[in-house]
Protein backbone atom coordinates (compact mmCIF):
# COMPACT_ATOMS: atom_id res chain seq x y z
CA UNK A 1 0.00 0.00 0.00
CA UNK A 2 1.55 3.06 -1.25
CA UNK A 3 1.26 6.06 1.47
CA UNK A 4 1.91 9.66 0.80
CA UNK A 5 3.20 11.86 3.59
CA UNK A 6 2.20 15.20 3.69
CA UNK A 7 3.78 18.26 5.45
CA UNK A 8 4.06 22.03 6.02
CA UNK A 9 0.31 22.87 6.79
CA UNK A 10 -0.19 25.47 9.98
CA UNK A 11 -1.51 28.73 11.13
CA UNK A 12 -0.49 31.97 9.01
CA UNK A 13 -2.19 35.20 8.78
CA UNK A 14 -3.95 36.05 6.09
CA UNK A 15 -1.44 37.29 3.06
CA UNK A 16 0.85 35.27 4.40
CA UNK A 17 2.70 32.13 2.86
CA UNK A 18 3.20 28.68 3.37
CA UNK A 19 4.97 25.67 1.36
CA UNK A 20 3.54 22.01 1.57
CA UNK A 21 5.23 18.74 0.98
CA UNK A 22 4.36 15.53 -0.14
CA UNK A 23 6.97 13.09 -0.42
CA UNK A 24 5.83 9.02 -1.68
CA UNK A 25 8.49 7.09 0.15
CA UNK A 26 9.43 3.54 -1.59
CA UNK A 27 7.16 4.83 -4.85
CA UNK A 28 8.08 6.45 -8.50
CA UNK A 29 5.44 8.57 -9.21
CA UNK A 30 7.13 9.97 -12.24
CA UNK A 31 4.87 8.91 -14.35
CA UNK A 32 1.68 9.27 -12.62
CA UNK A 33 -0.02 13.25 -12.81
CA UNK A 34 -0.02 14.56 -8.98
CA UNK A 35 -2.36 16.39 -7.48
CA UNK A 36 -3.64 18.62 -4.48
CA UNK A 37 -7.08 18.78 -2.95
CA UNK A 38 -8.45 20.25 -0.22
CA UNK A 39 -11.53 19.82 2.07
CA UNK A 40 -12.96 22.38 4.29
CA UNK A 41 -15.56 21.43 7.50
CA UNK A 42 -19.20 20.19 5.89
CA UNK A 43 -17.53 20.36 2.32
CA UNK A 44 -16.98 18.17 -0.70
CA UNK A 45 -12.86 17.43 -1.27
CA UNK A 46 -12.26 19.87 -4.44
CA UNK A 47 -9.56 20.11 -6.30
CA UNK A 48 -6.69 23.24 -6.53
CA UNK A 49 -3.90 21.93 -8.31
CA UNK A 50 -2.56 19.12 -10.44
CA UNK A 51 1.62 18.34 -11.89
CA UNK A 52 1.41 16.37 -15.60
CA UNK A 53 3.45 13.41 -14.97
CA UNK A 54 6.40 14.99 -16.69
CA UNK A 55 6.32 18.40 -15.30
CA UNK A 56 5.19 19.55 -18.70
CA UNK A 57 2.22 21.23 -17.52
CA UNK A 58 0.17 22.56 -14.41
CA UNK A 59 -3.23 23.13 -14.06
CA UNK A 60 -5.37 25.46 -10.66
CA UNK A 61 -8.46 25.72 -9.97
CA UNK A 62 -9.59 29.25 -10.29
CA UNK A 63 -10.19 30.44 -6.61
CA UNK A 64 -6.03 29.86 -6.31
CA UNK A 65 -4.88 30.50 -9.88
CA UNK A 66 -2.10 33.41 -9.76
CA UNK A 67 -0.99 32.48 -5.32
CA UNK A 68 -0.70 28.70 -5.98
CA UNK A 69 2.32 26.58 -7.14
CA UNK A 70 2.53 23.37 -7.37
CA UNK A 71 5.89 21.58 -8.23
CA UNK A 72 8.10 18.88 -7.77
CA UNK A 73 11.45 17.31 -7.15
CA UNK A 74 12.07 14.05 -8.88
CA UNK A 75 15.15 13.32 -6.92
CA UNK A 76 13.51 13.53 -3.49
CA UNK A 77 10.18 11.62 -5.11
CA UNK A 78 8.39 14.97 -3.33
CA UNK A 79 6.13 17.33 -4.80
CA UNK A 80 5.37 20.71 -3.39
CA UNK A 81 2.53 23.58 -3.03
CA UNK A 82 3.33 26.89 -2.35
CA UNK A 83 0.90 29.36 -1.50
CA UNK A 84 1.00 32.57 -1.39
CA UNK A 85 -1.30 35.23 -0.10
CA UNK A 86 -3.51 33.36 1.56
CA UNK A 87 -7.27 34.13 2.07
CA UNK A 88 -9.90 33.13 4.83
CA UNK A 89 -11.70 30.89 2.08
CA UNK A 90 -8.34 28.93 2.18
CA UNK A 91 -8.19 27.18 5.40
CA UNK A 92 -9.13 23.23 4.82
CA UNK A 93 -7.49 19.83 5.24
CA UNK A 94 -4.80 19.95 1.93
CA UNK A 95 -4.37 16.62 0.32
CA UNK A 96 -1.54 15.44 -2.07
CA UNK A 97 -2.92 12.25 -4.29
CA UNK A 98 -1.50 10.32 -7.24
CA UNK A 99 -3.53 9.08 -10.21
CA UNK A 100 -4.51 5.79 -10.78
CA UNK A 101 -3.98 6.05 -14.44
CA UNK A 102 0.30 6.42 -15.35
CA UNK A 103 1.56 9.08 -18.16
CA UNK A 104 -2.21 10.46 -18.77
CA UNK A 105 -2.19 13.27 -20.89
CA UNK A 106 -4.03 15.53 -18.49
CA UNK A 107 -4.81 15.42 -14.95
CA UNK A 108 -8.24 14.69 -13.84
CA UNK A 109 -9.50 17.27 -11.29
CA UNK A 110 -11.72 14.57 -9.79
CA UNK A 111 -10.73 13.29 -7.07
CA UNK A 112 -12.16 9.43 -7.63
CA UNK A 113 -9.42 9.64 -10.43
CA UNK A 114 -6.60 9.10 -7.62
CA UNK A 115 -5.79 6.27 -6.28
CA UNK A 116 -3.43 7.44 -3.61
CA UNK A 117 -3.67 9.91 -0.80
CA UNK A 118 -2.01 10.93 1.72
CA UNK A 119 -3.40 12.03 5.39
CA UNK A 120 -3.78 15.49 4.84
CA UNK A 121 -2.31 18.85 6.28
CA UNK A 122 -4.14 21.42 8.30
CA UNK A 123 -3.95 25.16 6.77
CA UNK A 124 -5.48 27.65 9.00
CA UNK A 125 -5.55 31.44 8.16
CA UNK A 126 -5.97 33.81 10.98
CA UNK A 127 -7.47 37.38 9.78
Known amino acids: QVQLVESGGGLVQAGGSLRLSC ?5 SF ?5 GWFR ?11 ALKWNGAATYYADS ?14 TTYLQMNSLIPEDPAVY ?6 TRQRNVPSRA ?16 S
Open 23 to 27: AVPGR
Open 30 to 34: SIYNM
Open 39 to 49: QAPGKEREFVA
Open 64 to 77: VKGRVTISKNSALD
Open 95 to 100: YCATES
Open 111 to 126: PGAYAYWGQGTQVTVS
